[in-house]
């Protein structure tokens, strides 16, 4: 996306020389050194880089499952670096969509019931509704036969599908993917991308988390990562795993 064109989109995602530290026993750890970055409405961001380089601390930070240690991030207008940990959780629930490459999908309910949990903590409309919407986006997956469901009983690439709709389940603006593809196939892989995409084409905003060259590729912007630092397109062709 060129500045021009960014100019023109709302900027949905701003770091701003975000810092994280980790302190243990045996020392400090720097998972994040001075990182800026913006992604605008509509861009289908992708961060890659080696193993330890910082991506999923990334994501963890800009979707508010982890406290940055100095700087600020801003999401969709929001100051996430000030809120407490509950009021991230709300502010999560609301406004951002998270897939996670385990699924973490609940093995008691339906997959039904899965896609109506998001709307139901965030009181989003009745239970008739609730419904309704989530076969809906159960249908946008291609999965709506398997509704009734356990996860269990669901292949991998159909759970993925699965957790990509209860992401969406509150029409979030922002969809953010921590290794989606990782432990699928390479013909399933290409089938969650091209879901990515069309919610992209309907106005979504994707940041993914790869460590895929080919998948990497898919995106519109490939932001790579390296000891912590996001560094210049022309020095990122050996940051892959």
């Known amino acids: ?98 897939v996670f490459q385990a699924f973490e999908l609940l093995p008691t309910l339906t997959a039904l019931q899965n896609v109506m949990l998001p709307m139901d903590f965030a009181k989003r409309c009745s239970n008739r509704e609730q419904r309704q919407r989530a076969l809906n986006l159960l249908e946008q997956v291609d999965i709506a036969e398997h509704a009734k469901k356990l996860p269990a009983a669901l292949s991998g690439g159909q759970q993925q599908r699965l957790a990509i709709a209860r992401a969406i389940a509150n029409d979030p603006a922002i969809l953010v993917a921590d290794e989606p593809t990782g432990s699928l196939d390479s013909a399933t892989a290409k089938t969650v991308i091209d879901i990515f ?8 905003t994707v940041l993914m988390v790869t460590h895929d060259r080919d998948v990497a590729k898919r995106g519109s912007r490939i932001i790579t990562l390296s000891d912590g630092k996001i560094i210049p397109a022309d020095k990122s062709g050996d940051a892959y795993v």
Do not use: C
């Open 1 to 98: 996306m060129n500045s021009r064109t960014a100019n023109s989109k709302q900027l949905l995602i701003d770091l701003r020389a975000v810092v994280k530290v980790y302190n243990s026993l045996a020392g400090s750890v720097t998972a994040l050194n001075g990182i800026d970055l913006k992604v605008f409405q509509g861009e289908f961001a992708v961060v890659t880089g080696k193993s330890g380089s910082g991506k999923t601390t990334l994501v963890n930070i800009i979707t508010g499952l982890d406290r940055l240690t100095s700087g600020e991030i801003w999401v969709n207008g929001a100051p996430l670096h000030q809120f407490s940990p509950e009021k991230a959780a709300k502010f999560r629930g609301h406004s951002m969509g998270v």
């Open 197 to 204: 995409e069309a919610l992209v084409l309907q106005g979504k």
